[in-house]
């Protein structure tokens, strides 16, 4: 597995990942076919991530991010997206790393190469440390942050949110 920016070469597996998170429940972490459900919107969706990447027309309250697409035989498994910085909301809930697997390609380590892959990219947006949040049901997510080197910090209750959020941080060596 590896990550590559998003790119037109990935149309197919992309939307078949579209359909498998649609099909699998609501989440926020991946679009579904309700917002991607042709090639247009693919093409809108990733030009949309690289304008994200450079800070361009950036809607009111986010910050710049960079996306980054898991790839494994030359096939979109999952993304993986780092905000250039934090603002207060993302303090509380999102930090700097979220990540989403494909269903059908999960439990196969992806998720923490993934943010091992990503961390390098992070240290070269200039991020001293990362902070990175979950909710303490998800078991999964804390494992990969663990496994990262992350350090719990605390664990917050986030106002309509249904769970704890635990926040991580990942500080760097060098
Ligand atoms: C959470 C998610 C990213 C995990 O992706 P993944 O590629 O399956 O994760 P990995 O294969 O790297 O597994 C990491 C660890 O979690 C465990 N794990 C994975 N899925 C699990 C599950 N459903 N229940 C319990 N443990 C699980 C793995 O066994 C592994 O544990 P180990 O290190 O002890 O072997 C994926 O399930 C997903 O996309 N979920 C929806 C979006 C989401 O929750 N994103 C994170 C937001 S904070």
């Keep these: 597995m590896l990550l590559d920016y998003p790119d037109k070469k990935y149309?197919?597996?992309?939307?078949?990942?579209?359909?498998?998170f649609s099909n699998s429940g609501p989440t926020e972490?991946?679009?579904?076919s309700e917002e991607i459900s042709n090639r247009a919107d693919f093409l809108n969706y990733i030009q949309n991530m690289e304008d994200r990447r450079l800070g361009r027309n950036l809607k009111p309250g986010y910050?710049?991010?960079?996306y980054l697409w898991m790839i494994a035989d030359s096939k979109y498994c999952g993304q993986i997206s780092i905000r250039h910085?934090?603002?207060?909301?993302l303090e509380q809930f999102g930090g700097h790393i979220g990540y989403a697997v494909r269903p059908s390609?999960?439990?196969?380590g992806y998720a923490t190469k993934?943010?091992?892959?990503?961390?390098?990219?992070?240290?070269?947006?200039?991020?001293?440390?990362v902070l990175i949040t979950c909710y303490k049901s998800n078991i999964a997510s804390a494992k990969i942050i663990i496994a990262n080197g992350g350090v719990l910090q605390d664990e917050i209750q986030n106002e309509g949110h249904h769970d704890l959020t635990q926040r991580y941080?990942?500080?760097y060596r060098i």
């Design 11 to 20: 149309f197919e597996s992309f939307m078949e990942a579209v359909a498998e």
């Design 29 to 32: 972490h991946h679009p579904t």
């Design 63 to 66: 910050v710049p991010d960079t």
């Design 85 to 89: 910085r934090l603002i207060p909301a």
């Design 105 to 108: 390609e999960r439990r196969k």
């Design 114 to 129: 993934a943010l091992e892959l990503a961390l390098p990219y992070a240290r070269e947006l200039g991020l001293r440390k």
């Design 169 to 171: 941080w990942i500080t």
